[in-house]
């Protein structure tokens, strides 16, 4: 009588299973792409608008948003969507002309995008 419960697995299915492993391992590791908008005025020492004023404009015009934080006489604004980075930074440089919008893409392999 043999019992087939105990066989030895073959080496393809080690193999399979091998890959299987390292396949999501690697796909555990990876980040999603994440957009950031750097405002800083265009003259040193201007004056930016709020935080609420920034997630007013974009979020009337459809912009989903992680976050919002002053950051040393400037405003990093997070996305929620990284697709939308190139509307967010044209609505930013058309409701505040006196600021300079930079996009940069966190944990990409694409290169900051300048604007």
């Known amino acids: 009588m043999v019992n087939r ?3 030895k697995p073959s080496a393809w ?3 399979l299973l091998l890959s299987l492993v390292a396949l999501l391992s690697m796909s555990s590791r990876r980040l999603p792409d994440e957009v950031m908008l750097h405002i800083t005025p265009l ?3 201007a ?3 709020d935080g609420f004023y920034i997630y007013q404009r974009l979020n009337e015009r459809g912009i989903a948003i992680k976050s919002i934080t002053p950051e ?3 405003i990093i604004v997070r996305l ?3 697709e939308q980075s190139g509307a967010a930074r044209e609505i930013l440089s058309t409701v505040l002309p006196h600021a300079i919008v930079i996009a940069q893409r966190i ?3 694409l290169p900051a ?3």
């Open 43 to 45: 003259h040193q020492g």
């Open 47 to 49: 004056p930016l608008p």
């Open 113 to 115: 995008v300048r604007g």
């Open 72 to 74: 040393n006489d400037s």
């Open 13 to 15: 299915h080690l193999l």
């Open 80 to 82: 929620s969507s990284p």
């Open 5 to 7: 419960e105990f066989r």
């Open 107 to 109: 944990n990409g392999n």
